[in-house]
């Protein structure tokens, strides 16, 4: 049969098994056993020149980290606005300010008695008496409150300080002609004023402060404060009496004790009334300055001062300064790291002389035939 071998012959992959399966059985072989056909085959052979290019598999690779379980957005989904702001916060009185509308009015009040009575006389005060003759009045007044700041250190177990706070009132009421001359400061001596008070002792024995309060006139204060400060002006008149539970010495105190804070506190007034919300900051430094108080006395770290503090403490003047002093000097390092050249010799790869291959960063192409 030599159609049938011919055909073998050219097409032996049409006859293998396992791409072809079993060989049929049916009448056309049956009937090419008995009477052969002739099968016209061509050889036809590829040439070099006319193979196909292989198939070369295009991937879509990155740098970037993969995202697990990253698909389509869902249609439900809503989209995000990057442009909304979103602010979130309480309305309503600040928890150390429950009385806020009651202090805020007593603040106006405060402030509209002061431009019209306390800040003339203030003046006046400080234009009209000499300077040592005012600075000796301030004097005496520190040296009244000595005998609360001794009672008070004992009271927190602060013996050193009570013991100096005993020799410093001793020698200012004597050589001091009764406080009108800080003696015991002098550098020879060397004992400075300590304040102190009632309300100090009660904070270094864990009393809260309580709510804020503004007392017209007084001004800033809180409830522990306030009883505090009425035990510290009432401790002469009860313990000593005579003179001092009398209204000729009491109203001359009073006026004298506020004229002499007003005119020491004078640039800091003016600082606070300069600032967006007067009564929001001197409400906030106040409480600062009582919490650290506290925290000093009980030798703990003290808080955070507030941001305004700094503005009121140094002056916008001030701020303004440091700013454009850091920009200029924050514009003077971006211009000399722009002369630098970008990359330093040091910096530069080193140049290997022999150069491996390694095997995984070959990618072999496998040619596939048609």
């Known amino acids: 049969m030599p159609s049938a071998s011919l055909m073998m012959m050219a097409n032996p992959l049409l006859m293998g098994p396992l791409l072809a399966g079993p060989a049929p059985v049916n009448a056309a072989f049956e009937v090419s056993a008995v009477a052969p056909v002739e099968v016209a085959t061509r050889l036809e052979t590829a040439r ?3 193979r196909q290019a292989p198939d070369i598999l295009a991937l879509d690779w990155s740098l970037m980290p993969a995202q697990e379980n990253e698909g389509p957005p869902g249609e439900d989904e809503p989209e995000e606005d990057e442009t909304e702001i979103v602010v979130e916060g309480k309305v309503g009185p600040v928890d150390r300010d429950p009385m806020v509308a009651v202090n805020e009015a007593s603040f106006r009040i405060t402030q509209q008695v002061d431009a019209v009575f306390v800040e ?4 006046g005060y400080r234009s009209g008496l000499p300077g040592p003759l005012r600075d000796g009045l301030g004097n005496v007044v520190r040296n009244l409150r000595e005998p609360a700041n001794f009672l008070n250190f004992l009271l927190q177990g602060k013996i050193g300080k009570a013991a100096e706070t005993l020799v410093r009132f001793s020698i200012n009421s004597t050589l001091g002609l009764g406080g ?4 015991a400061e002098k550098p020879g001596i ?7 008070g009632f309300g100090n002792t009660l904070g270094f024995y864990g009393v809260g402060g ?3 309060l503004y007392v017209p006139v007084a001004g800033a204060t809180n409830v522990r404060d306030l009883i505090g400060n009425t035990l510290d002006q009432a401790l002469l008149p009860f313990v000593v009496g005579k003179p001092f539970d009398t209204p000729e010495y009491g109203i001359p105190l009073f006026v004298v004790t506020n004229l002499d804070s007003r005119v020491a506190l004078d640039e800091e007034i003016e600082r606070l009334n300069d600032t967006v919300d007067p009564y929001g900051a001197r409400r906030d430094i106040y409480l600062y300055r009582r919490a650290r108080d506290i925290a000093l006395l009980k030798g703990e ?3 955070e001062p507030p941001a305004i503090l700094r503005e009121i403490e140094l002056g916008l003047d001030v701020i303004e300064a440091e700013a454009d002093a850091e920009y200029e ?6 211009s000399a790291s722009e002369d630098e050249p970008t990359v330093q010799p040091s910096d530069a790869p080193p140049i290997a002389g022999e150069t491996t291959l390694d095997a995984g960063q070959l990618a072999i192409t ?5």
């Open 48 to 50: 070099p020149w006319e």
């Open 120 to 123: 003339p006389l203030a003046d």
């Open 180 to 183: 009108l001359i800080d003696i």
């Open 190 to 196: 060397g004992l400075p004023y300590r304040p102190n």
């Open 210 to 212: 309580g709510p804020y």
């Open 301 to 303: 770290e003290p808080p």
């Open 329 to 334: 000097a924050q514009l003077d390092e971006e």
């Open 366 to 370: 496998v040619p596939s035939t048609r």
